[in-house]
Structure formats: structure tokens, C-alpha cells
Nanobody
Framework: QVQLVESGGDSVQAGGSLRLSCTAG??????IGWYRQPPGKQRELVAS???????NYADSVKGRFTISRDNAKNTVYLQMNILKPEDTAVYYC????????WGQGTQVTVSS
């Protein structure tokens, strides 16, 4: 069982930037996806990265968000630029192929 911890969420104004971190404490990170759950809506996949570094993005964030990994730190990042109010959500990281349990997530709030 992998323990993933999200961090980096904050409250920012539209147009601002944040970098989220996802750290695995017990095993080396393989494929990782960033998910988000806006208020009153379902959780959705935002971006993913494979062990080899291949990335994919939801259309809503493509060109604004960048997912990356630092294997030495066993950490996956989500750089979020040009944030919009629609990006407001709790952000989670997880294995796209085996969700297992979800962590606490990290809150991102974007004000107009």
C-alpha cells in the first residue's frame, strides 16, 4: 500500500500560480495522476505522468498546468499557472491504475 501526501494548496487570485506536491513515503512513485474535486462536483482527472515521463492533461488545463516528477525526491509536482476560478477544488494524487484509498488532498481556491 502506497501512502501519498498532497501539499501546496493555497488561496490565490485569478491569473496566479501554485505548485502542488505529491510525495510517496513508502515506495518509489510509478504512474501518478492528479485529480481534483470542485465544490459540489465529482472528482476528475487533471493530469497524469508515467514512470517514463509521458504526460497527459485534461483539456481544461492543457497549456496552463504542467505535471513533472523528481524521482530522487520521490515526488510528483503539478505546476499550475494562469489559474482560473474554475480551478477551485480539492486536489488529490493517486495511482491512475489502482486508486486504493484517497488522501486528504490539498485545497486550491482561486478568486476572481
Amino acid at each position: 500500500q502506497v501512502q501519498l501526501v498532497e501539499s501546496g494548496g493555497d488561496s490565490v487570485q485569478a491569473g496566479g500560480s501554485l505548485r502542488l506536491s505529491c510525495t510517496a513515503g513508502n515506495i518509489r512513485i510509478q504512474a501518478i495522476g492528479w485529480y481534483r474535486q470542485p465544490p459540489g462536483k465529482q472528482r476528475e482527472l487533471v493530469a497524469s505522468i508515467t514512470n517514463g515521463g509521458t504526460t497527459n492533461y485534461a483539456d481544461s488545463v492543457k497549456g496552463r498546468f504542467t505535471i513533472s516528477r523528481d524521482n530522487a525526491k520521490n515526488t510528483v509536482y503539478l505546476q499550475m499557472n494562469i489559474l482560473k476560478p474554475e480551478d477551485t477544488a480539492v486536489y488529490y494524487c493517486n495511482d491512475p491504475w489502482d486508486w486504493g484509498s484517497w488522501g486528504q488532498g490539498t485545497q486550491v481556491t482561486v478568486s476572481s
